[in-house]
Nanobody
Framework: QEQLVESGGGLAQAGDSLRLSCTTSGRTFRSYAMAWFRQPPGKERECVAAISWNGDDTYYGKSVKGRFTISKDNAQNTLFLQMSSLKPDDTAVYYC???????????????WGRGTQVTVSS
């Protein structure tokens, strides 16, 4: 059973940058495709970015493309989300997720973290 723990959330102003991290306790981190999802207040959860197990293939949601970068450090068992040019619309709880096989932008992931809050003020 993988345990995913997100960190790095907090308060930011529009235009700022934040980096989220997601660490795992399992030994098979390198085998997982992973993703970042977010759920704004009162809205459905959406996939922000996803990455293949080896980091060679990435996906970005339309609203964050060009501003966010997902990366995966298999040696450190850590997934990152570098967020730049933050906007108030980026305010949400951000979750990391992991699955065996290919990444997907749907929520069909096997393991989920508990989330970290990101709040962006104008």
């Amino acid at each position: 059973q993988e345990q995913l723990v997100e960190s790095g959330g907090g308060l930011a102003q529009a235009g700022d940058s934040l980096r989220l991290s997601c660490t795992t306790s399992g030994r098979t981190f390198r085998s997982y495709a992973m993703a970042w999802f977010r759920q704004p207040p009162g809205k459905e959860r959406e996939c922000v970015a996803a990455i293949s197990w080896n980091g060679d293939d990435t996906y970005y949601g339309k609203s964050v493309k060009g501003r966010f970068t997902i990366s995966k450090d298999n040696a450190q068992n850590t997934l990152f989300l570098q967020m730049s040019s933050l906007k108030p619309d980026d305010t949400a709880v951000y979750y990391c997720a992991a699955r065996l096989g290919s990444w997907t932008a749907t929520d069909e992931y096997d393991y989920w973290g508990r989330g970290t809050q990101v709040t962006v003020s104008s």
